[in-house]
């Protein structure tokens, strides 16, 4: 999948690789050494209890927290970003928090978002994907949980990021959303993009799996 390197200049995303990660929590070691590499195309599933250090991964893989040990990289066939903030500006977060104001509308949200990622992208077709077309002007308070989720999935196909990182990406939906969520996935990993997912729900399409210990 293309993305730009340092350099402004498009390339193309070869793998992320993480090495000898330790991750402590408090007086809580919640994983120690952890090394994986998910190549171009493959999607990774987070599995494993609460408490494993599941979202703290993902966190740590998209620059939010620092581990206490390793390292982890996102490489292209022009250059390799290893620290936070590079790695940041190849990677697409869908968390908890669906970053909906609450005034604004799903269209302008989406336009928001476009010209924070400079995507420039085509937002009816962000949000007809999302089926959220017939309440693409109603401001966002109204939404249910679920079309807050599709308006966060929307947000996450018009980012144009290279590696995507998913937390629970399947909580407050149905199941036609279940399945809006296998088919952007899918198409992701064919255009050659990266996903990795925490869930503790099959994602419905074809992945590495990875189980992290702990307890609850």
Same mark, same amino acid.
């Given at each position: 999948?293309?993305?730009?390197? $340092?350099?402004?200049?498009?390339?193309?995303?070869?793998? @992320?690789?993480?090495? $000898?990660?330790?991750?402590?929590?408090?007086? #809580?070691?919640?994983?120690?050494? @952890?090394?994986?590499?998910?190549?171009?195309?493959?999607?990774?599933?987070?599995?494993?209890?609460?408490?494993?250090? !599941?979202?703290?991964?993902?966190?740590?893989?998209?620059?939010?927290?620092?581990?206490?040990?390793?390292?982890?990289?996102?490489?292209?066939?022009?250059?390799?970003?290893?620290?936070?903030?590079? #790695?940041?500006? #190849?990677?697409? =977060?869908?968390?908890?928090?669906?970053?909906?104001?609450?005034?604004?509308?799903?269209?302008?949200?989406?336009?928001?978002?476009?010209?924070?990622?400079?995507?420039?992208?085509?937002?009816?077709?962000?949000?007809? @994907?999302?089926?959220?077309? !017939?309440?693409?002007?109603?401001? &966002?308070?109204?939404?249910?949980?679920?079309?807050? !989720?599709?308006?966060?999935?929307?947000?996450?196909?018009?980012?144009?990021?290279?590696? =995507?990182?998913?937390?629970?990406?399947?909580?407050?939906?149905?199941?036609?959303?279940? !399945?809006?969520?296998?088919?952007?996935?899918?198409?992701?990993? @064919?255009?050659?993009?990266?996903?990795?997912?925490?869930?503790?729900?099959?994602?419905?399409?074809? &992945?590495? #799996?990875?189980?992290?210990?702990?307890?609850?």
């Amino acid at each position: 999948m293309p993305v730009f390197n $340092r350099s402004g200049r498009v390339a193309q995303l070869q793998f @992320l690789t993480v090495d $000898r990660l330790t991750a402590i929590r408090g007086q #809580r070691v919640l994983f120690r050494d @952890l090394s994986f590499r998910v190549q171009a195309g493959q999607v990774l599933s987070l599995e494993g209890p609460n408490g494993a250090g !599941k979202t703290t991964l993902l966190r740590m893989i998209a620059g939010l927290m620092a581990p206490a040990a390793g390292t982890i990289a996102i490489a292209t066939d022009a250059d390799v970003a290893d620290d936070s903030e590079e #790695r940041g500006k #190849r990677i697409g =977060w869908l968390g908890h928090l669906d970053g909906a104001k609450s005034q604004l509308t799903p269209r302008e949200a989406l336009a928001f978002y476009a010209r924070l990622y400079d995507t420039h992208g085509a937002i009816d077709e962000a949000l007809a @994907l999302a089926g959220l077309t !017939k309440i693409a002007d109603l401001p &966002c308070q109204y939404l249910s949980a679920g079309q807050k !989720k599709r308006l966060a999935l929307a947000r996450l196909k018009l980012s144009g990021r290279a590696v =995507w990182l998913l937390d629970e990406p399947l909580s407050s939906l149905d199941a036609e959303g279940r !399945k809006l969520v296998a088919e952007i996935v899918s198409a992701h990993r @064919l255009y050659g993009g990266i996903v990795i997912a925490a869930t503790h729900e099959p994602l419905g399409v074809e &992945c590495v #799996r990875m189980t992290l210990g702990g307890g609850a």
